[in-house]
């Protein structure tokens, strides 16, 4: 199974007439965009609105010809699929954000969209479906007084990550230099990696959140947590893919393997 085949099944299993879908970032997401673009210039599905996470998924989505929409914290989104940089086996718990923020972007919207979503479907490779998650989450924080939450997350961790702040031109050292990146909100970007992997990543996630000047970061709980259920597909070389629906919201995947989402 290869990833457009994938793509294709998620477009065509859970895409209805009327929907306004969450547009997600990644590689993975673009091809859905670009087939979805294909699905509605046939006629197969109509009156879509893809509502874009990110300045990438936006230009996709118009070179495919998906007609957008604006978010705003009254939209409903039907449904909203995103690749995910890894996933926790045990819990789920997701990380996002790592590779997306560049120029001004940031992952608030996209965290956002996914929260809102009443379907979601994250998507990863069987490399990224791992016991413990290892590597980095990126955490955006307010801009002023940046390196006192800096500090304070590093003490969060003590020991077990390192934390940088991303520069816009580069690489340039744990300070990020003399041209940090700033987000179009007027945050500061800081990664915080992980020297051993992660044992609970939905317990980092609370940490984090409970850190002033933390305003958002790329650790999402899991899909049967506080933000609704969904999907979960893993890019593997299969035979066969089938889908079981336990309810309106939860679904199945069947694999080499058994992911309940």
């Known amino acids: 199974m290869n990833m457009v085949f994938v793509c294709v099944v998620k477009v065509d299993s859970f895409v209805e007439n009327g929907m ?3 547009l997600g970032s990644g590689r993975a997401s673009g091809y859905a965009i670009q087939y979805l673009g294909r699905q509605i210039r046939s006629g197969a599905v109509k009156h879509i609105t893809g509502v874009a996470t990110s300045v990438d998924s936006a230009s996709e989505a118009a070179k495919a010809g998906v007609p957008l929409g604006q978010y705003r914290d009254s939209s409903k989104i039907d449904l909203a699929f995103d690749d995910a940089d890894v996933m926790e086996e045990e819990s789920l718990a997701a990380v ?5 923020m560049q120029g001004g972007e940031s992952i608030i919207q996209e965290k956002t969209i996914l929260k809102t979503a009443g379907k979601l479907v994250l998507i990863v ?7 413990a998650v290892e590597g980095s ?4 924080i307010e ?6 939450t800096a500090e304070e997350i590093d003490d969060l961790f003590l020991g077990d990550a390192e934390v940088w702040r991303r520069s816009s031109i580069g690489h340039a050292g744990p300070l990020g230099g003399d041209f940090p990146l700033v987000t179009k909100e007027g945050h500061n970007v800081v990664d915080v990696i992980f020297t051993s992997p ?3 990543l939905a317990e980092v996630g609370d940490s984090l959140d409970q850190v002033a000047g933390v305003v958002e970061h790329g650790a999402r709980q899991s899909s049967l947590g506080k933000m609704g ?5 893993t890019f593997v070389r299969l035979k066969k893919l089938e889908f079981n629906y336990n309810d309106e919201n939860t679904y199945v995947a069947h694999m080499n393997y058994l992911l309940v989402v």
């Not at 996002?96 to 997306?100: A, E, N, S, T």
């Not at 259920?229 to 597909?233: F, N, Q």
């Open 96 to 100: 996002i954000g790592r590779q997306k």
């Open 229 to 233: 259920c969904g999907l979960l597909i």
């Open 20 to 22: 306004v879908i969450g």
């Open 143 to 148: 801009s002023v007084n940046w390196l006192e």
């Open 137 to 140: 989450i990126p955490v955006l």
């Open 198 to 200: 992660i044992q609970n």
């Open 125 to 131: 490779t069987a490399k990224q479906y791992q016991g």
